[in-house]
């Protein structure tokens, strides 16, 4: 199974959410020490060099993700994190703990997330956030 996110910046984004999901970008094609040189040897116009992106989880275990130029992009995707940060977040929420080390939270905001709002319904949270490109994903 893949996901397939339009986007306005393929490769800016891709490289987001490799880090956001402790993924890797797609190895080249085999014969190809690069990305760059398989495009040039397949003819691809440098001007389209940033149509798409792919990243890929190292495991093998999890969906690859797509990303793909769309100038008109959606502004509304959902991913979903562990149960732990929502623990470990509700938890430092409740008492003003911080935990020690980064949140996953804190980890996205480095990445270039940024928060827009927290959300407890039903005993279940989790944190809205916008990636660079101000798509909305959960971490819960």
């Known amino acids: 199974?893949?996901?397939?996110?339009?986007?306005?910046?393929?490769?800016?984004?891709?490289?987001?959410?490799?880090?956001?999901?402790?993924?890797?970008?797609?190895?080249?094609?085999?014969?190809?020490?690069?990305?760059?040189?398989?495009?040039?040897?397949?003819?691809?116009?440098?001007?389209?060099?940033?149509?798409?992106s792919a990243i890929v989880d190292p495991e093998g275990e999890r969906t690859a993700d797509i990303f793909s130029a769309d100038g008109h992009a959606q502004t509304r995707k959902e991913l979903r994190a562990s149960r732990r940060e929502c623990e470990r977040r509700l938890a430092g929420h409740d008492s003003?703990?911080?935990?020690?080390?980064?949140?996953?939270?804190e980890r996205l905001f480095m990445l270039g997330a940024a928060e827009q709002r927290e959300w407890e319904e039903r005993g279940e949270y989790w944190v809205v956030m916008l990636d660079p490109e101000g798509n909305e994903f959960c971490v819960q």
């Open 1 to 52: 199974m893949q996901v397939v996110f339009d986007c306005r910046d393929p490769d800016g984004l891709s490289k987001f959410y490799a880090e956001a999901l402790r993924y890797k970008a797609q190895d080249p094609p085999e014969g190809f020490k690069s990305w760059e040189e398989a495009l040039k040897a397949r003819g691809i116009p440098e001007e389209d060099w940033n149509s798409g």
């Open 96 to 105: 003003g703990r911080q935990s020690a080390g980064p949140s996953e939270v």
